[in-house]
């Protein structure tokens, strides 16, 4: 199998990706940046595609718009967010996980769509709906690509029943310029053959490329990246909290990152400023606090308009509740200033890691707390 140059040593990228890559950078069919869909079944290789494909789009336009659509393997975020995140480098290693700060950011509070695929496509299409009017309408000068950002769309590897239906239902929607089909030699888990989503006599133009998983063996069989998605997302979940420390700090443990968790003064919040919401189940009112306590919550700023959904800024630990003096104390990396916005926390099915609960002390009471003034 041939391949290019890659500076991260255990990815391959084989020449075919890199010649579907080049075609889309290089477009000349149409004077808009494109917008790529890339899809195929699990463990096929979409996110090591959609991230090379960033880094070629990144040497002809100054910035490219990410929308991850995956909850449970997320690239830029914490596991259970829906996001759009605006790059504007080059990501050198493509084994590296980075966090980045999103442009638009939903808590969808799952690792899966299963659960209630109509508000997972609802947040999908609001942040695609951000997308077409921050970055496409001719009227934003302060874009520096004057004729908006190119879009790059990572999917889930969920490719049959629902998740087909899904699938239909978003490409109907955002109308892509290009489809990038990853293939496996198990023909009956790939997707169908052309513009499956398109209905017939349908006039909407579309460059549907496929392309072969990256790996082969001598008989041509595709061999899957077989990823511990649960360990991947703990590592994910502790990356964010890390933030909560000084990078030069010397933090390179499981069982060091704990006990500095449980040293760390958190935010103390007033329960009247903030209201609660449980996504994906109901909790009795006499419940409440007794779910929240030592679980992972997503930070919202409600919208003003009430159609729209309330935009999540970042994930907290809730570090423990005193139903008496009326206070919650939440560590988070999200920076006070922004923390004093919040007024809305929900709740979802994103966990603390296990292995952090397992170290000893690390559940130990707080020290003292940052007193959080909200509007």
Same mark, same amino acid.
């Given at each position: 199998?041939?391949?290019?140059?890659?500076?991260?040593?255990?990815?391959?990228? &084989?020449?075919?990706?890199?010649?579907?890559?080049?075609?889309?950078?290089?477009?000349?069919?149409?004077?808009?940046?494109?917008?790529?869909?890339?899809?195929?079944?699990?463990?096929?290789?979409?996110?090591?595609?959609?991230?090379? *494909?960033?880094?070629?789009? *990144?040497?002809?336009?100054?910035?490219?718009?990410?929308?991850?659509?995956?909850?449970?393997?997320?690239?830029?975020?914490?596991?259970?967010?829906?996001?759009?995140?605006?790059?504007?480098?080059?990501?050198?290693?493509?084994?590296?996980? !980075?966090?980045?700060?999103?442009?638009? !950011?939903?808590?969808?509070?799952?690792?899966?769509?299963?659960?209630?695929?109509?508000?997972?496509?609802? %947040?999908?299409?609001?942040?695609?709906?951000?997308?077409?009017?921050?970055?496409?309408?001719?009227?934003?000068?302060? %874009?520096?690509?004057?004729?908006?950002?190119?879009?790059?769309?990572?999917?889930?590897?969920?490719?049959?029943?629902?998740?087909?239906?899904?699938?239909?239902?978003?490409?109907?929607?955002?109308?892509?310029?290009?489809?990038?089909?990853?293939?496996?030699?198990?023909?009956?888990?790939?997707?169908?053959?052309?513009?499956?989503?398109?209905?017939?006599?349908?006039?909407?133009?579309?460059?549907?490329?496929?392309?072969?998983?990256?790996?082969?063996?001598?008989?041509?069989?595709?061999?899957?990246?077989?990823?511990?998605?649960?360990?991947?997302?703990?590592?994910?979940?502790?990356?964010?909290?890390?933030? !909560?420390? &000084?990078?030069?700090?010397?933090?390179?443990?499981?069982?060091?990152?704990?006990?500095?968790?449980?040293?760390?003064?958190?935010?103390?919040?007033?329960?009247?400023?903030?209201?609660?919401?449980?996504?994906? !189940?109901?909790?009795?009112?006499?419940?409440?606090?007794?779910?929240?306590?030592?679980?992972?919550?997503?930070?919202?700023?409600?919208?003003?308009?009430?159609?729209?959904?309330?935009?999540?800024?970042?994930?907290?630990?809730?570090?423990?509740?005193?139903?008496?003096?009326?206070?919650?104390?939440?560590?988070?990396?999200? &920076?006070?200033?922004?923390?004093?916005?919040?007024?809305?926390? *929900?709740?979802?099915?994103?966990?603390? &890691?296990?292995?952090?609960?397992?170290?000893?002390? %690390?559940?130990?009471?707080?020290?003292?707390?940052?007193?959080?003034?909200?509007?």
């Amino acid at each position: 199998m041939a391949e290019t140059e890659s500076s991260s040593p255990e990815i391959f990228i &084989p020449d075919e990706w890199s010649n579907a890559a080049e075609a889309i950078a290089n477009n000349s069919d149409s004077s808009l940046p494109p917008s790529v869909f890339v899809c195929g079944p699990k463990n096929s290789g979409k996110t090591t595609f959609s991230r090379h *494909l960033l880094n070629v789009l *990144l040497q002809r336009y100054s910035k490219v718009a990410y929308l991850d659509t995956d909850v449970g393997q997320t690239e830029f975020t914490p596991p259970g967010l829906l996001s759009l995140t605006v790059v504007d480098k080059v990501t050198p290693d493509l084994t590296i996980p !980075c966090l980045k700060t999103p442009d638009r !950011c939903f808590f969808f509070g799952d690792i899966s769509s299963k659960r209630n695929p109509t508000a997972y496509l609802t %947040c999908i299409f609001s942040l695609y709906d951000h997308y077409r009017k921050e970055y496409c309408m001719k009227n934003k000068t302060d %874009c520096q690509d004057s004729d908006g950002l190119p879009l790059v769309i990572n999917t889930p590897g969920w490719v049959k029943g629902i998740g087909y239906e899904i699938l239909v239902d978003m490409l109907k929607y955002m109308s892509p310029t290009h489809v990038v089909k990853i293939c496996i030699s198990s023909e009956i888990k790939n997707l169908p053959a052309g513009a499956f989503w398109l209905d017939e006599g349908s006039t909407n133009r579309v460059t549907v490329i496929e392309i072969n998983s990256a790996r082969r063996d001598h008989l041509k069989r595709s061999l899957l990246v077989q990823k511990d998605s649960r360990l991947l997302r703990d590592l994910r979940v502790m990356a964010y909290f890390r933030q !909560c420390f &000084p990078s030069e700090m010397n933090i390179s443990t499981i069982k060091e990152l704990a006990r500095a968790l449980a040293a760390h003064p958190p935010y103390e919040i007033s329960i009247s400023s903030v209201k609660v919401k449980h996504i994906h !189940c109901e909790v009795p009112k006499t419940e409440t606090f007794y779910s929240l306590n030592a679980s992972i919550v997503g930070l919202a700023v409600s919208s003003e308009v009430s159609e729209q959904l309330p935009h999540c800024v970042g994930l907290g630990i809730v570090r423990g509740i005193d139903t008496f003096k009326g206070s919650l104390y939440v560590i988070t990396p999200v &920076p006070q200033q922004t923390l004093e916005d919040v007024d809305l926390l *929900l709740q979802g099915f994103v966990q603390i &890691p296990t292995c952090l609960l397992q170290v000893q002390g %690390c559940m130990s009471p707080y020290i003292s707390a940052n007193v959080l003034s909200t509007n």
